[in-house]
């Protein structure tokens, strides 16, 4: 390999009250090469991405081992001459992009800033030219003379990666650069992160959660959990041969639209700084763990061709068979009386300045015990029929019929069983539940209200419902600030349960969570929606949540259904063109990676397997 | 456009606030002004003179008018004690010339003053610098004016002799002749209203620091100097403009204890006066005239803002 | 109730904290401890400290430090119950505009703009030309002056929670917004609303004080702090007890009403300032 362009040994950070925050991080990156890495929260991933940049957050510290970007050593450098190698021999992305821009600064002149500062003598002018030409975003249109507000999301990103490579720095890491991001614009802009390392020959950090993301992007990836790498080596061979428990978990955890397929957990919660566990961090979440691998912290070793990994059980875990993917299960759906039938319907937002509604002439019906998932980007009116259909939102035209009987808009003046039969779980599980309200009271009050049980018939109920969502029964004692994200979502699924529903509304319940996680709580509600035939609207961006365990779906776009039809049909053979965008875009383990991505025109080189 | 709108709407209502809160409440104003041993035609005659026999609606729209003309009324008080004719606005020039040089000389030092103090306290925030300005700005805050005049009075005048505890200047008299009588007033007034300004303007600035782009500035490598004034300051200016429109808000509040402790003769210690008298006509010019000059303060300060944040100028 | 106390470990909040005691204490107690009679002159005017007048006499003979540990309840009474009724007042206006979003909200807020026109002790001033001084219109005035403000930052704060999952669903059960403004959404709102709370008292407690130094508001015999203050302030350089010991005795009061507000408020992560009524929308 060439003299590599970044080259990190044994690197460890930890708290300044001693608790580790990374530790033992060996890589190097050649260059032009793109190195993913992997990780949920807790992982420390973004801790290392910063490090690169010999930046660290104020109570972190430099613990051991050494960086070299470039050549140069990080660690140990006053921050006068750490800004000799920010933004021009390492440069960063970061996650979003509208707070990332000064508000008051046109962004021509941001990105002159950055080249002045370390080229005063460039030619600012054809320097600021080629930058933005780099990103598609050209000069003569003007964009140099806007202000970040008046530039989208994707624009804005494309703007900070222009600021990125204006002095063409030899690597440039990047931190979760496409998390804020539409699908479409997301696919956009990794196809510009691409040809930007293929002309410029830049080496990249990709930092992300999203494994098929990272699957598209890097060369090579690193698994991080708990501030230790996991697992490292070629994509495709992590990939395809993952020899980790770990990265195998998060493979099969990974709604993935081209290979649908039943999604298993990782049971157990992340861990956090401060809370490690002696001996291998993986361990109690573990299902191949045994007493040695909980005593002591396995090293990490090299199985073939550059591919290391840190457990002891490896070699034996290698000969069992190669995790079997199950195929996910599929509903005959009755034919009969649709539970929920919704026609033309119509939704405004008061403060609409233009004239179009959120929602636009929408029907759509759902069988009982039938997953229909309304899909589409932010902004497409799928949020708002889910509101609409709870009775927090009062559509302006249409009708909503459940049972046979119509449905007036409002909650408040909605019959109690309509109430009682629908129910709605939200997407941000942090504010899905009152702070101030143990578990058991915000389980109780749908109980009480909507079933009009006594104090103490619900107060009993509360403990078969926790047990119902895989929940520990002391936690009904507890408060919401001391449940993780994940536990949280299962308490909000378990209080509409209360109710005794027919139909679950899911508003992208699993958007917010992480990757493994997410995986448990779909199983979960499968599991429910079998055992309770419960009907259900699931709302997502995501197509492979849709792919992995819904009936039929919706394709919303700009607040009107695109195509409709049984998930089978539309994923395999669209007859929509933005369908067809939208799927073309997804990112999926299975997509096949070319050195250099069109943006228009990219075509799905693996077909969707039947289901 | 529609900000001065609003103002004006605003205006209307605290003029209608102002009138109602004199004219309707409880205790008839004519005999409120002569005290209670005067004789019911005394009473009645002064009611005559101030227009008291008529309608609520005919008096309120009668002020408002002249008031927009300049003319501000009669004082009740003069009219008692036999003037046929004592327009406020001959009564209260040379007291409001008086208050606004008091006013600007004041202003003047506490704007640079809490500007400064607040950036230097917040680009320190943590360090001993900041401590100090955060802890004595706490203290500044607690403490009613009069509180500091007395303090004041009694470290320079009562120990050290060196400044007059008063600041009477003959009517018609220039205020300015004698800088001596207006060091303890100003240094009271600014005292009490450098510490609020300061506490905001270090607050809106350590919010700024904290922001995303002043960080992404910095991992870009750009210089410190560079990121402080272009990427912090100048977005932390447009809160200070408004923290120090509140400011002067609050000085002009301070205007009222400080000349009556001091024995300035401002339009704060005329409406003092005024009060102690029961003088409802010139209470509710002055008043007003008061409220015009508040609103006006934020006016500008919200034009500024719209000068400095370009977001704001495009329609939401 | 730990989590509570957290504050007591800066030195801010410890100091605040006693010194908030102290003077409640003496406030509080002081008639039960004093010497004198507040009202009855006890020997020559304006005299300095002796043995039986460890402060001296005030312009009238009256014993200084009598009519001091008798003239804190004055104060503390009246801002204390002046600025639970902005509070009051402040949460009902503000909850209902901030949760019905129709046209109630735009409403309520402009009339309640109208009070941010003039200067607070002005309004009390005309208030009171209007009106007369009684402690009734002492208490409503000030409130009256701060639930404008109050009623904003609860509207703030009503509107950022009430589009929070908890809330919606309780409006998809189909609960009435009484019951769901007092159970959802109230509890969740009083940390941010109550943090500048010591702010607001220190206020209440510097416009009383003001309206009474100049004679405006409680009237003598009263021996009410600021009373004092006014009473005795020609003759500083005669017996400089007379001002200073009320003085400090305010001083005191608020600046460990706000030590203590701004630790607690730090120690909660937020800032103990005063936010600005009307926020640049960035």
Redo the contacts between chains.
Sequence with gaps: MESPVVRVDHLALALNTGEPVIDDISFQIAPGEILGVVGESGSGKSTLALALLGYTRPGVAFRAGTIAVGGESVIGRDTRSLRELRGKVVSYVPQDPGGALNPSMRVGDAILDVLRAHRPQASGDESLTAALARVELHRDRGFDRRYPHQLSGGQQQRVTIAMATVCEPPVAVLDEPTTGLDVLTQDRVLAELLRLRADEHVAMVYVSHDLAVVARMADRILVMYAGRVLEAGPTSTVLEHPQHPYTRALVSAIPDVRQPRALRGIGGVSVGVGDWPPGCPFAPRCEHAQPRCESSLPSLEATAGHHDVRCCRWQELALEQAQETSARTQFGVPSGAALLEVSRLEARYQSQQDDRPAVRDVSFAIEPGECVALVGESGSGKSTIARCIAGLHVPSAGTITFDGRPVKGAARVRPLDVRRRIQIVFQNPYQSLNPRQRVHSSIERPLRILRRLSQDAARHEVDGLLERVRLPARLAERFPGELSGGERQRVAIARALAAKPDLLVCDEVTSALDVSVQAAVLELLQELRVDLHLSMLFITHNLGVVACIADSVLVMDNGSVCETGPVNAVLNAPANDYTRRLLNAAPSLSHERSPVDHPAGLKVTAPVRPL | MRRTL?AI???L??SI??FL???????NAASAVLGRNASPRAVRILERQMHLDQPLATRYVHWLGGFVHGDLGDSSVALAQGATHAPISHLISGPLKNSLILAAITAMLMIPLSLGLGVLAAVRAGKPTDHLIS?SS??G???????IA??L??VF??ALRWLP?VAIVPPGGDPLSAPKELVLPVATLLLASLA?GI??V??GM?EVLQ???VQ?????????R?VLW??AL??GL??SV??LA?NL??L??GI??VE??FGYPGIGST??E???N???TL??SV?ML??VA??LI?LVA?FL?LL?????R??? | MKERLRFLRRPSGAIGAAILLFIVAVAVLGPLVAPHSPTQPLGVPLSGPSGASPLGTDYLGRDVLSRLLYGGRSVLGLAAAATILAYVLGLSIGLVAGYTRSLVDPMLMRSVDVMLCFPPLLFLLVLIAGAGSSVAVLIIGVALVQAPQVSRIVRTATLEVSVRGYVEAAVARGERAPAVLVREVLPNILGPVLVDAGLRFTYSILIIASVNFLGLGLQPPNSDWALMIGENRSYLAVNPWAVLAPAAMIAILTIGVNLTGDAVARSLGRSYVPRTVRSVAT
Excluded: C, H
Excluded at chain 2, 21 to 27: D, F, T
Excluded at chain 2, 216 to 224: F, I, M, S, Y
Excluded at chain 2, 308 to 312: E, N, S
């Design positions: 609003g709407v605003a205006l209502a605290a606030l102002i809160a004199l004219q309707v409440l409880p205790g802890l706490l203290a805050i607690s403490m009613p004016e009069f509180v007395s303090l009075v009694a005048f009562v505890p609020g506490r905001m270090r607050a350590v922001t995303e782009y992404a500035a910095r991992l870009n490598g750009l210089p410190e560079r272009r990427y100048r977005n447009a809160p408004q923290v509140q808000q609050y002009i509040g009222f204890v009556a402790v409406l003092v005024a009060v102690g029961r003088d409802a209470v509710q008043a008061i409220a508040y609103v934020n919200d803002v400095l944040v370009p977001k704001l495009e329609p939401a």
